[in-house]
C-alpha cells in the first residue's frame, strides 16, 4: 500500500529480514526442530537461548543451508532458497556474515588473508584493493593495521573473535550470524565484544542473530531474546518479558544463574 511505503522507516523495522515457519529438522529418527517458527526483524538484535544440544547451532546452520531440512520453510530476504536459482542462492549468500561456534580461523593465513576469504570468494577485486578494504574491515571491529600481517596463534582469543567478526562484515552484510561469540572470554573481553555489536548494528543498521548463553549481551545488547525448547520456541520477547515467564527452564536460567 502507498501510505504504508510513505513510512519506510517504521515500516522497515517491523519488516522480516528472515521468516522461518514449520521448520522440522532431524538426524536419523531423532527430531532436533519439531515445528519451529521465528521472524529475524531487520535492525534487531536477536538473542537465542536454549539448553545445550536444544539445537541452536542447527537451527543457525539450517537457516545458513548448511544442514538440510525435513519439511517447512525459510524465507531469506523474501526468497526462498529452496526454490531459487544457483545465481539467486549466491546472491542472498553473500548478504549474510557468519561467525561460526567452532569459528576458528585458518591457521595458514595470515589475519588479513582470513578476512578476505569471503571476498575471493564473492568479489572480484584486485589484491591491493582487497588488502585496503580488510584493512578497513580490521578498523571496524577495533584492531590495528600491523594485526593484519600476524598469524592466528599470534593472537589473543578476544582478537581471534574480532577478526572473524571483521571476515564475517567483510562483504558489507545486511546480517551477521553469530554463534556464542564470546564463550571461552573473560568477562570483560565479552563486554567488549558486546559494545563493539552494539556500535556496529547502530552504525551499519545491522540485523544480528546471536546464538549466546551470556546474561550481559542477553541483558545489555539484544533487543529481543527467543529462547529454543523441544524443537520450538518457548518463548520469544523482550528481556522485561521473558523475566516475567512462568516457565520453570526460562525461570531457573534468568533467575538461578549469576544475575
Ligand atoms: P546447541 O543448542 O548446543 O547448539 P546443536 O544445535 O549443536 O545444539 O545440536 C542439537 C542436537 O543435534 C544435539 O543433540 C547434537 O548432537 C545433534 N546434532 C547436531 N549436528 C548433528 C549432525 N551433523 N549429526 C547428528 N546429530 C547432530
Ligand atoms: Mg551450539
New binding site residues.
Given amino acids: 500500500m502507498a501510505a504504508e511505503r510513505d513510512e519506510p522507516g517504521r515500516n522497515a523495522e517491523r519488516e522480516p529480514l528472515i521468516s522461518v515457519r514449520d521448520l522440522v529438522v532431524g538426524?536419523g529418527d531423532r527430531l532436533?526442530l519439531n515445528g519451529l517458527n521465528l521472524d529475524i526483524m531487520r535492525g534487531e538484535i536477536l538473542g537465542f537461548i536454549?539448553p545445550?544440544?536444544?539445537?541452536?547451532?542447527?537451527l543457525t546452520r539450517t537457516v545458513l543451508g548448511l544442514t538440510p531440512k525435513q519439511s517447512g520453510s525459510i524465507t531469506t530476504f523474501g526468497v526462498d532458497l529452496d526454490e531459487a536459482s544457483r545465481a539467486d542462492r549466491r546472491a542472498v549468500e553473500r548478504r549474510w556474515g557468519v561467525l561460526f561456534q567452532q569459528g576458528a580461523l585458518f591457521s595458514s593465513l595470515s589475519v588479513l588473508q582470513n578476512v578476505q576469504v569471503p571476498m575471493r570468494e564473492y568479489l572480484k577485486l584486485s589484491d591491493g584493493l582487497m588488502d585496503e578494504l580488510a584493512m578497513l574491515k580490521l578498523e571496524m571491529v577495533g584492531l590495528k593495521p600491523d594485526v593484519g600481517e600476524k598469524s592466528p596463534s599470534e593472537l589473543s582469543g578476544g582478537m581471534i573473535k574480532r577478526v572473524a567478526l571483521a571476515r564475517a562484515l567483510a562483504l558489507d552484510p545486511d546480517i551477521v550470524f553469530l554463534d556464542e561469540p564470546t564463550s571461552g572470554l573473560d568477562p570483560i573481553g565479552a563486554q567488549d565484544f558486546d559494545e563493539l555489536i552494539s556500535t556496529l548494528q547502530k552504525t551499519l543498521g545491522l540485523t544480528v542473530f546471536m546464538v549466546t548463553h551470556d546474561l550481559g549481551s542477553l541483558y545489555s545488547v539484544c533487543d529481543r531474546i527467543a529462547a529454543l525448547g523441544d524443537g520450538k520456541i518457548l518463548k520469544a520477547g523482550t528481556i522485561d518479558e521473558m523475566l516475567e515467564s512462568d516457565d520453570p527452564w526460562l525461570k531457573s536460567y534468568f533467575h538461578g544463574k549469576r544475575a
Fill in positions: 538426524f532436533v536454549g545445550s544440544g536444544s539445537g541452536k547451532s542447527v
